[in-house]
């Protein structure tokens, strides 16, 4: 089968890997680029179906796993509200269940406890458990394990 042949047979799957986002087609686009250099060299059909079923198998059982798992996984850095979950603050105003202050990161927020049944006294600290809008959900440090 002529190289270019092959070239149109990866763009095809690399567009269906566009349009799917499975990384299948994408290892098959792969696999018939190898494929297609292959038959540029000049090597008979027997041996491009080989190297299109070895780069394809390859791809599906060496990469596809790898990159899968790294796609599974949750990001090393949080940002916005989310990046202020665990973080250690200082009680400004008294917290209960309904209302209180804190000093979070420099700056003032409200803050309600985790425990509905505490109350949290001036100067505590406390660590952020939760961010509900503009409200730290807090519980105290000492009380933690």
């Known amino acids: 089968m002529p190289w270019y042949v092959w070239l149109l047979v990866a763009a095809g799957l690399g567009a269906a890997e566009f349009l799917t986002l499975t990384l299948v087609f994408g290892l098959f686009a792969s696999a018939a680029l190898v494929t297609a250099v292959v038959a540029g060299v000049g090597v008979g059909l027997l041996g491009q179906l080989v190297a299109l079923g070895v ?10 796993p790898v990159v899968m798992r790294h796609l ?8 916005g509200s989310d990046a202020l979950i665990g973080k250690r603050a200082e009680v400004m ?13 420099g700056e003032e927020w409200s803050a309600r406890t985790l425990d509905e049944s505490q109350v949290i006294p001036v100067g505590a600290l406390v660590d952020v458990m939760e961010i509900e809008g503009a409200t730290a959900v807090v519980y105290p440090r000492e009380l933690l394990p």
């Open 55 to 64: 780069t394809a198998a390859a791809g599906l059982v060496l990469v596809r």
């Open 72 to 79: 599974a996984q949750t990001p090393l850095t949080r940002d």
């Open 93 to 105: 105003q008294e917290v209960t269940a309904t209302r209180g202050l804190i000093k979070l990161s």
